[in-house]
């Protein structure tokens, strides 16, 4: 049986899982590749802590570039994370004429043209399922199954330490930093988790399946990002009175000539599927014009989910490689089969992101206010001198001795517009506390 | 640029579909596979009712053998229905060397393993994304993206129609009829709904899956099989004061040396994702060692949503020859790169579908009973004398001057003890119409 030979860099947590499934599993990946997956190496600094794994003498290496240089290695799978020697390694491997296999959406979001360009220039393969959404096949859905659609829009729950701090605060009305606490003791958070929480995670991810989806470049500088560490108990209590659920989304709507792109909390109606993945699950929904909505759901983190996507890439390509190879003499290589970015290179384009002041959307206001007559009058009329129409108003009984809460749904605005409103607004003297806005999507349809 | 010649048997609401799309998206589809997808032939019984195409001058046609002997045809996409002409068309392709798409379930159930057989014989592809769940991923994400995974279990709402008369039932508390002329009217039900809303259509997607998941034969005959008919407004508000809703699932199970694989009404608890998919809808979840829990969900049947997943095949056959012969003098063909059922030919077992008498799980029992003393005391002697324990019973008050109804949720069962008990209580003369029993799933966890 035709052997393919595989070097995992970094045994971390998902460098142990790929080592752990492409052991455990090498029989039953047999039965369905016709070809043997054999883990030659395993590269990490460390190789002193037990992983729980009993390999083979020679597998376990300190030297990463032992597995990258060696001409039986067919597939590198690069699972340290970072950027520096991450990207080293993988442009290393790329010009030895290696597969690259990655998890490492940071690095992508970074990176991903030049490591796209260096692919095509070497003819191999990279593939990185499991930086989007873990186990949920969303680049192979986008790549190959939704092929003959214009994808619309993606609209995504791509962060598990986010999603779970939120059902926290909107199941149990704890504030942010205890939901925070409780994320970290329970393994979702990491110990820094500013790039989870602050949305730049969420933006790495959909800065790729943003470029997938369009034919366009990677773009993650465009792309607009608010965390939700200023999100409130009151904000979510407010918005499930007027029949939302916040969830910190990543929106890609396709424009044609431009692309919105941009992560931030989000008020979606209760009654859409978003609004039922709990915990720290994952999922997104892809709308597109033949399929209409679809949904795609699961674990988007974790050592054996990700582990999970990872060996969907490596089958992928073993699958290639035996497709191209079976009646040659010759060579390890397979051919690339699908486009890296979904489109053949010739035909990426560089759509530009429509600043996040040009939007237009729905937007939940609430405002501290001095209970004075006259005060609503004055923050609606600020509004309307500015086109927005409200929806929906209330003000709520004071619940301590200062100044009352005034909580607005507007109609359809455009985003610049409801920023000088807000700083107008803002600057008057009933007005002791900056303004909280949340974007609504109510489109999403599903 | 490397044409692939199309033939399209068929040119109904599918047929029509697949058609439009390889036309309107020629362009973007060969900017992402990189060859140009050629629509040949277009073969229909009635050449003259107007499909809203401008065919090319010799592509619509009525002789479908025309097509399937034309040496220049690389794939054949069936889209007749039925089983016998379509069988026989398919068979001929194969044998002619030509690469074939279907959607059509019905046949897939019933002679699926005799063309998986004919399709390696002739070292061509088979391929079916579109016969189960419409447009999403079902059977990609099964063969691909959850390849290293030992699947532990499938459940889905695998037909619209039946999913819609659900939904309206609970929505509106409306009668079965009611609601089947309305899915009837919007054109979600067939003017025969048998296969339906009796739930062989589910049983025939249920069939595909199953093979897929598990390494085994396809087998339609074993599968245990309830509709939809006997489901009322009253038992669906009962289930919901339990906190269950009432769905049709098909329902998949891996116990290794044997398989569950049934479908039927099924209360599931309200908090379940697969509760909150209303209307039309098609949803799957996937249970898998690696994964845990992932969803698919998106609509399920659909002229455009059941085309772009036939696009899929299409491309993806596209691209294999693409792979195959892109440095090769030679030939049309690719290699077959994806095993038809999952796993090499060679390891595909018979692995047998356990008779529905051997399940164990929770039972929902309705009863209709005269109101007299020691009625309760009587039925659930009978339960317990067969170790069928009740979690909680419910007496209703009576709507009509007739017998009360008794409702109970059974802990888990085996369910030849229930058929045997609910028969001993059938013929009690206290209770005079037949027991209602619907199976709870509590299990499936997401």
Known sequence: MRKINIAILGCGIVGTGVAKLLM????????????????????????????????????????AAKAIDDPEIDIVVEL????????????????????????NKALIAEYG????????????????????GG?????????????????????GILNGTCNYILTKISQEGCPFDVALKEAQAKGYAEADPFLDIE?????????IVTALAYGMEINIKDIHVEGISRITPMDIEFAREFGYTIKLLAISKNNTDKVEARVHPTMIPTTHP?????????????????????????AGAGMMPTASAVLSDITDIARNIMVSSQNETSSATSRRRVPILGFQDSNITQIPIMPVTE????YYIRLAAVDRPGVLSKITGILGDRSISIQSVHQKGRRYNGPVSIVMIT???????????????????????????????DDITA
């Open 135 to 155: 186990c949920m096949p969303v680049i192979k859905t986008i790549r190959e199954s939704l092929v003959a659609n214009r994808i619309n829009s993606i609209t």
């Open 24 to 63: 455990d599993k090498q029989k039953v990946l047999e039965s369905k590749i016709g070809a043997s997956l054999n883990l030659k190496y395993v590269a990490d600094l460390d190789t002193q802590t037990d992983r729980g794994i009993k390999f083979r003498e020679g597998v376990f290496i300190s030297d």
């Open 411 to 441: 109609h359809v605005a455009i985003e610049k517009d409801v920023q000088l409103a807000l700083k107008e607004i803002a600057n008057l003297d009933v007005i002791p506390e900056e303004p909280v806005v949340i974007r609504i999507e």
């Open 80 to 103: 340290i994370g970072g950027k520096n020697v991450a990207k080293d390694f993988i442009l290393r491997a790329l010009k030895n004429g290696k597969h690259v296999v990655t998890a």
């Open 359 to 362: 939007i237009n959307t729905c």
């Open 199 to 207: 949305g730049h995670d969420s933006a790495h991810k959909l800065s």
């Open 113 to 132: 043209n030049t490591i796209v360009r260096t692919a095509a220039t070497n003819s191999v393969d990279f593939a990185f399922e499991a930086s989007v």
């Open 274 to 298: 978003l609004a039922h993945v709990h915990g720290s699950m994952n999922a997104v929904t892809i709308n597109a014009d033949a399929t209409g909505e679809t949904m795609l759901y699961g």
